[in-house]
């Protein structure tokens, strides 16, 4: 019996067609199982290591902590500094931990291990003053006020010049002086630098956070608002949606769009390591879910 040439072809269209559909299925799903495979990621020889020996002492306190002591914000003794990667960054961030946050369950605590020179972290109420560095210093927080990374600079350079108008504009000021200085503070406006300097995230739950945002002392610092991203966290705030982020996932994205929206570089990698603890935690968690492992994941919470 003879096939008609238009239908056989439109068959092998068909099959053709749920064969590209299979493939992207079976793609999407590894790349769902493995969110941080294509990653540039340091070598996790170590942490493997450490998690099947079990928990170590701090060197400093002398606690029994997985992998880093939460407390000191330094690696425990069977893992060897000298085998974590270190992440230079672009700029400084400051941390602003909620006092009711659980030390052992926040992810911010890795940017500490892993970018110690560029990373503080402070314990509400106990942060710095901004105010006069507010040309320079931003908060990442959503809101009506916030703006996209892409314009943090074209917002900084407003904010140096009203601070040079509002220091022109000074009634204690004599008259004289302040003509004199007037041309003077319009070209240091033009010249400083526009760069910003630091970064400031607040680790807590949702619920948490307006404590902290309308802390007087972060009211007069730019918003910034991050693109929409869906969270890996296995601690997912109940209620909330998946794109509340983890305060390690808010600084690894942050850092990325800030290289190519900023930076204007092309991004290969450079931050990735900051989700060393991050992903190598994620898929010890998930392979103990699969195969019921309670042990593990009492030694990860």
Known sequence: MSLNPSIFLKEKEENNSKFVEIQHSQ?????????????????????????????????????SRMFYCYTCYVPVENVPIEQMPLVKLPLKIDIIKHPNETDGKSTAIHAKLLAPEFVNIYTYPCIPEYEEKNHEVALVFPGPKSVSIKDISFHLQKRIQNNVKDKNDDPDKPFIKRKKTEEQDSNDSKCQDTTLKKIIFIDSTWNQTNKIFTDERLQGLLQVELKTRKTCFWRHQKGKPDTFLSTIEAIYYFLVDYHTDILKEKYQGQYDNLLFFYSFMYQLIKNAKCSGDKETRKLIH
Do not use: H, M, W, Y
């Not at 799903?29 to 340091?42: K, R, Y």
């Open 27 to 63: 793609t999407t799903s590894i790349a769902a199982e493995d969110p941080f495979q294509n990653l540039c990621l340091a070598s996790q020889e170590v942490l493997q290591k450490a998690q099947q020996s079990g928990r170590s002492k701090c060197l400093q306190c002398g606690g």
